[in-house]
């Protein structure tokens, strides 16, 4: 059964796309942390970030460094974290996270739901700054 990330990227699921390549895609996290938290992904369905060979690896995190640049610029935050948790989704996957040292910012306890409106609307500004 493919994971919920692969249909996703197949367009089964909708999703706030943010980027995708012949290798990975970007997409808003529906619960995020903080606005602009999005989630990037290789379209190859592999569950353990690192099952990922070295030559996937290096290439979701490079995809990953353009989409944080575009979502640092687009919320201002002073920098974007990264996360790789993997328990709720079993497809290895990315969190990027705009942060400025709050306390608690990276507790995943936090996760709210966001509006289709918010979604759409920062999916935008990302792209947009790409």
Same mark, same amino acid.
């Given at each position: 059964?493919?994971?919920?990330?692969?249909?996703?990227?197949? %367009?089964?699921?909708?999703?706030?796309?943010?980027?995708?390549?012949?290798?990975?895609?970007?997409?808003?996290?529906?619960?995020?942390?903080?606005?602009?938290?999005?989630?990037?992904?290789?379209?190859?369905?592999?569950?353990?970030?690192?099952?990922?060979?070295?030559?996937?690896?290096?290439?979701?995190?490079?995809?990953?460094?353009?989409?944080?640049?575009?979502?640092?610029?687009?919320?201002?935050?002073?920098?974007?974290?990264?996360?790789?948790?993997?328990?709720?989704?079993?497809?290895?996957?990315?969190?990027?996270?705009?942060?400025? %040292?709050?306390?608690?910012?990276?507790?995943?306890?936090?996760?709210?739901?966001?509006?289709?409106?918010?979604?759409?609307?920062?999916?935008?500004?990302?792209?947009?700054?790409?």
């Amino acid at each position: 059964m493919s994971s919920i990330f692969t249909r996703i990227i197949k %367009g089964e699921i909708p999703c706030h796309k943010i980027l995708e390549d012949d290798k990975h895609f970007a997409f808003l996290e529906i619960r995020p942390l903080k606005p602009g938290h999005t989630l990037v992904i290789p379209k190859a369905e592999t569950d353990y970030f690192f099952d990922l060979d070295d030559k996937a690896m290096a290439g979701l995190m490079a995809f990953s460094k353009k989409i944080a640049a575009a979502v640092k610029k687009a919320t201002g935050a002073e920098k974007v974290a990264v996360v790789v948790y993997g328990l709720q989704v079993r497809h290895a996957h990315v969190h990027l996270i705009p942060v400025d %040292g709050t306390p608690g910012e990276l507790d995943f306890r936090n996760q709210r739901d966001a509006t289709q409106q918010q979604l759409t609307e920062t999916a935008e500004k990302i792209r947009t700054s790409l």
